[in-house]
C-alpha cells in the first residue's frame, strides 16, 4: 500500500516561516493536497494539486512537490496557524490516502 | 454556501449495523464524486469510501470492505454509508466530504467537510 509520511510536530516562531513535509515513493508523479484541521473543528482544504490555493486561503500558505517529497509552506506564521495539517494524495491500490498528520506549534 | 449535515451515528455492539446519511446544500450535489472520512478522537484522518456523480465508480479503505457499502441519492441531495459487522475498530467520527470534481478518482481534492458523526462500537 502507498503510505504518506509526515513529521509528527513542527514548532515555528510567530512571523517566521514553517515548513512540513510528507514524503513517498515518487511523490511528483501524484497530485498533493494539503489540510488544516484546528482543535475541535472540521478539516479544511488549504493546498490543493500541489500547490493551488482555494478561495479563502491566504497567500502565506504555498506548497510545493518534488521527486519524494511535498512541502507545504507557511511564511509569516501566525498564532492562528496552529493547527493540524495533512497531506492527502490519490494511489491507484489504496485510493485515497492521508499522511498520519503533523501538529504545527506557533511559539 | 456548502452545507453537509451527517446524521445517524451513535452506540452500537461489536457485530451491529448503522447507517449514515448525509444532507447536501448550497451545490449541485448531483455534479460532484463524494466520499466519507473518518477520525478517532485523537488520531489521524482515514478515508473510508467515495463514490462517482453518477455511481459509476466508488472505492472503499481495504478495512471495511464487505461491510461498508456507499451510496447516494441524487434527487433527495443525499449521500450514505451502510454500516455492517462493526467493530470497535470502527469507533471514530466519521465525515461526509464533496470532491472538487465529480469523477471518482486522480487527482481527489476534498474542498468542503461536514462537522461529522460519531459512531461508537461497544459492548
Known amino acids: 500500500s502507498y503510505e504518506l509520511t509526515q513529521p509528527p510536530s513542527v514548532a515555528v516562531s510567530p512571523g517566521q516561516t514553517a515548513t512540513i513535509p510528507c514524503s513517498a515513493d515518487?511523490?511528483?508523479?501524484?497530485?498533493v493536497c494539503w489540510y488544516q484541521q484546528r482543535p475541535g473543528q472540521s478539516p479544511v482544504l488549504v493546498l490543493y494539486q500541489d500547490s493551488k490555493r482555494p478561495s479563502g486561503i491566504p497567500e502565506r500558505f504555498s506548497g510545493s512537490n518534488l521527486g519524494n517529497t511535498a512541502t507545504l509552506t507557511i511564511s509569516e506564521t501566525q498564532p492562528m496557524d496552529e493547527a493540524d495539517y495533512y497531506c492527502?494524495?490519490?494511489?491507484?491500490?489504496?485510493?485515497?490516502?492521508f499522511g498520519g498528520g503533523t501538529r504545527l506549534t506557533v511559539l | 454556501e456548502v452545507h453537509l449535515v451527517e446524521s445517524g451515528g451513535g452506540l452500537v455492539q461489536p457485530g451491529g449495523s448503522l447507517k449514515l446519511s448525509c444532507a447536501a446544500s448550497g451545490f449541485r450535489f448531483e455534479s460532484y464524486a463524494m466520499h466519507w472520512v473518518r477520525q478517532v478522537p485523537g488520531k489521524g484522518l482515514e478515508w473510508v469510501s467515495g463514490i462517482s456523480w453518477n455511481r459509476d465508480s466508488l472505492g472503499y479503505v481495504d478495512s471495511v470492505k464487505g461491510r461498508f457499502t456507499i451510496s447516494r441519492d441524487n434527487a433527495q441531495n443525499s449521500l450514505y454509508l451502510q454500516m455492517e459487522s462493526l467493530t470497535t475498530d470502527d469507533t471514530a467520527f466519521y465525515y461526509c466530504v464533496k470532491d472538487l470534481r465529480g469523477d471518482y478518482g486522480e487527482p481527489t481534492t476534498l474542498d468542503y467537510w461536514g462537522h461529522g458523526t460519531l459512531v461508537t462500537v461497544s459492548s
Open positions: 492527502q494524495a490519490w494511489d491507484i491500490t489504496t485510493h485515497v490516502v
Open positions: 515518487r511523490l511528483d508523479t501524484h497530485y
